[in-house]
């Protein structure tokens, strides 16, 4: 017991260790978020002007006035903004203007338009200019039904033969909640090969983490906690029935340790987001990794108990080096999913970039879980042959959890799915950390049923595989020892009887000679 002690207290002091470690390599090497740097950009042609995305965030209302970070301030703020254009494009004379317009998305069709219901443009054409409707050259505007001064633009001229143009810093401050898209807009087919350098700052009222990204910090409070609860309940048992644990169980504690390890590591992330709005390379590559480790071992777990392991076969034989080779490969596809998606600036990932990384990664889960099911159907038909009627309900138990989890995940990823693709402008962006969150939800849950059905305990070497069972069934053991227990008990009842009989026998004889001795 006291080295089961020990085990446990060594084991947190290397994982205090390694946050220490984690937290201050984290200062060496960040990358930015939700400030966005801008690096000699180009512009793409779109329609009848140029354009560069400069980024789409959710932003709260601002709800005071202060100057700290969390001062209840929004804003988006400009800083060394700095365009550049070819000498060939200096030689004309007078001003060529570059727009810088900000909208919400609920504003999008107050920019541009179309004369007789054709093309839409962005910027105003020679027949919107007859109407009356805009001045030739400038963005095509409508106020907002909300707000006259909205959406923002705001002008950065090239004047005479200049190469490059400047914006002063400013800052666009933010009175009402909702999807901000920025963009920088050319309209002169001169400027076609400019380029942009330059940052902005996007800020909440609660610092500097995106509005769609903010709950999951509270979030991942709650499921630290969570595991922490279980955490405590698993180790007390672990150490209490110390000798009695299986290897089995040492998989699960290993699960656990990392699942809480995780959740701590994406609180620190965000929280450093929040306060600087920069992610570090280190840090958030540490939790992505964390997280990956998780699930390869959390997958390899389910399917080793599908398999029996431990319980119906003392190893996987054969089977190891396959199951070896899946993990692997499932977590190199889940690393660089999750290290594309997370580390680096928050909208800096094309859908298309995403998509072939997100296909491999479904593939494997979806090999994954036909053979978890085809391998817990072979070790239910193996235990009904057995007539192991404890370890056959435990695992009826599991199967009924796993298909009810397989389920659930199933309908999550339609609704997912239908999420994304009746909001493509990201419009209930409030609600969308949900989607997040689910999986992580029911992946707890799952691993609460196995703590509860492999839980450490006085009798959890009944479980574990013995070929001295061989194939009679627990029912029969019982029964068995029921009946010789019967027995025993009858055969020393009868003797006593037997005894007892013998007595009173030899107490009668001598009464019965007592008299005739009298008599005579």
Same mark, same amino acid.
């Not at 946050?19 to 060496?28: D, F, Q």
């Given at each position: 017991?006291?080295?089961?002690?020990?085990?446990?207290?060594?084991?947190? =002091?290397? &994982?205090?260790?390694?946050? $220490?470690?984690?937290? @201050?390599? %984290?200062?060496? +090497?960040?990358?930015?978020?939700?400030?966005?740097?801008?690096?000699?950009?180009?512009?793409?042609?779109?329609?009848?002007?140029?354009?560069?995305?400069?980024?789409?965030?959710?932003?709260?209302?601002?709800?005071?006035?202060?100057?700290?970070?969390?001062?209840?301030?929004?804003?988006?703020?400009?800083?060394?903004?700095?365009?550049?254009?070819?000498?060939?494009?200096?030689?004309?004379?007078?001003?060529?203007?570059?727009?810088?317009?900000?909208?919400?998305?609920?504003?999008?069709?107050?920019?541009?338009?179309?004369?007789?219901?054709?093309?839409?443009?962005?910027?105003?054409?020679?027949?919107?200019?007859?109407?009356?409707?805009?001045?030739?050259?400038?963005?095509?505007?409508?106020?907002?039904?909300?707000?006259?001064?909205?959406?923002?633009?705001?002008? =950065?001229? &090239?004047?005479?033969?200049? $190469?490059?143009?400047? @914006?002063? %810093?400013?800052? +666009?401050?933010?009175?009402?909640?909702?999807?901000?898209?920025?963009?920088?807009?050319?309209?002169?087919?001169?400027?076609?090969?400019?380029?942009?350098?330059?940052?902005?700052?996007?800020?909440?009222?609660?610092?500097?983490?995106?509005?769609?990204?903010?709950?999951?910090?509270?979030?991942?409070?709650?499921?630290?906690?969570?595991?922490?609860?279980?955490?405590?309940?698993?180790?007390?048992?672990?150490?209490?029935?110390?000798?009695?644990?299986?290897?089995?169980?040492?998989?699960?504690?290993?699960?656990?340790?990392?699942?809480?390890?995780?959740?701590?590591?994406?609180?620190?992330?965000?929280?450093?987001?929040?306060?600087?709005?920069?992610?570090?390379?280190?840090?958030?590559?540490?939790?992505?990794?964390?997280?990956?480790?998780?699930?390869?071992?959390?997958?390899?777990?389910?399917?080793?108990?599908?398999?029996?392991?431990?319980?119906?076969?003392?190893?996987?034989?054969?089977?190891?080096?396959?199951?070896?080779?899946?993990?692997?490969?499932?977590?190199?596809?889940?690393?660089?999913?999750?290290?594309?998606?997370?580390?680096?600036?928050?909208?800096?990932?094309?859908?298309?970039?995403?998509?072939?990384?997100?296909?491999?990664?479904?593939?494997?889960?979806?090999?994954?879980?036909?053979?978890?099911?085809?391998?817990?159907?072979?070790?239910?038909?193996?235990?009904?042959?057995?007539?192991?009627?404890?370890?056959?309900?435990?695992?009826?138990?599991?199967?009924?959890?796993?298909?009810?989890?397989?389920?659930?995940?199933?309908?999550?990823?339609?609704?997912?799915?239908?999420?994304?693709?009746?909001?493509?402008?990201?419009?209930?962006?409030?609600?969308?950390?949900?989607?997040?969150?689910?999986?992580?939800?029911?992946?707890?849950?799952?691993?609460?049923?196995?703590?509860?059905?492999?839980?450490?305990?006085?009798?959890?070497?009944?479980?574990?595989?013995?070929?001295?069972?061989?194939?009679?069934?627990?029912?029969?053991?019982?029964?068995?020892?029921?009946?010789?227990?019967?027995?025993?008990?009858?055969?020393?009842?009868?003797?006593?009887?037997?005894?007892?009989?013998?007595?009173?026998?030899?107490?009668?004889?001598?009464?019965?000679?007592?008299?005739?001795?009298?008599?005579?």
């Amino acid at each position: 017991m006291d080295s089961a002690f020990a085990r446990g207290r060594s084991r947190s =002091v290397c &994982f205090a260790a390694s946050l $220490v470690y984690i937290l @201050l390599s %984290s200062i060496a +090497v960040t990358t930015f978020a939700s400030i966005h740097i801008y690096d000699h950009e180009p512009f793409q042609e779109l329609g009848n002007a140029y354009l560069l995305a400069g980024g789409s965030e959710a932003i709260v209302a601002a709800a005071s006035q202060g100057s700290s970070i969390h001062d209840g301030r929004s804003y988006i703020r400009f800083e060394n903004i700095t365009f550049r254009r070819p000498k060939a494009a200096a030689k004309a004379r007078g001003s060529v203007p570059v727009h810088i317009i900000i909208f919400e998305a609920a504003d999008r069709n107050d920019i541009g338009g179309s004369a007789y219901g054709g093309q839409r443009a962005i910027c105003c054409t020679p027949d919107l200019a007859k109407m009356g409707v805009c001045k030739q050259g400038e963005i095509i505007r409508r106020p907002s039904a909300t707000d006259i001064n909205w959406p923002v633009v705001l002008d =950065v001229q &090239f004047k005479g033969k200049s $190469v490059i143009s400047s @914006l002063n %810093s400013q800052k +666009v401050s933010i009175k009402k909640t909702g999807m901000y898209n920025l963009f920088f807009v050319a309209c002169d087919p001169k400027l076609k090969d400019m380029v942009m350098s330059g940052k902005t700052i996007w800020k909440n009222p609660d610092g500097y983490l995106p509005g769609r990204m903010a709950p999951l910090k509270k979030f991942y409070v709650f499921m630290a906690l969570a595991y922490v609860c279980l955490s405590i309940i698993w180790f007390f048992q672990y150490v209490r029935f110390w000798d009695d644990v299986l290897q089995l169980q040492h998989c699960i504690t290993a699960v656990i340790a990392l699942g809480l390890f995780e959740m701590i590591l994406w609180y620190f992330e965000y929280v450093n987001f929040n306060n600087t709005g920069m992610r570090p390379i280190v840090l958030t590559t540490w939790v992505v990794t964390v997280g990956a480790i998780r699930k390869t071992l959390s997958r390899l777990l389910i399917l080793s108990v599908s398999m029996g392991y431990g319980v119906v076969r003392p190893t996987l034989g054969g089977l190891t080096s396959k199951v070896l080779l899946l993990g692997i490969t499932y977590f190199l596809a889940s690393e660089l999913l999750n290290i594309t998606e997370y580390v680096g600036t928050i909208n800096d990932v094309s859908g298309r970039a995403r998509l072939l990384l997100v296909i491999p990664d479904a593939f494997l889960d979806a090999f994954l879980i036909l053979w978890i099911f085809t391998s817990l159907s072979k070790t239910l038909e193996q235990l009904q042959a057995k007539r192991s009627s404890v370890k056959l309900d435990i695992y009826r138990k599991f199967s009924n959890a796993l298909a009810v989890t397989v389920i659930s995940s199933v309908a999550w990823i339609g609704f997912e799915v239908y999420f994304k693709a009746t909001d493509p402008f990201n419009e209930r962006w409030q609600s969308a950390w949900i989607i997040t969150a689910f999986w992580d939800v029911i992946t707890f849950a799952l691993l609460c049923v196995i703590c509860y059905l492999w839980g450490p305990s006085q009798s959890s070497q009944r479980y574990a595989y013995s070929e001295k069972v061989g194939e009679d069934s627990d029912d029969e053991e019982a029964q068995s020892l029921t009946k010789e227990k019967q027995e025993g008990q009858s055969e020393i009842s009868l003797a006593r009887q037997e005894k007892n009989v013998g007595t009173d026998g030899s107490f009668d004889q001598e009464d019965e000679s007592e008299e005739e001795d009298k008599r005579e």
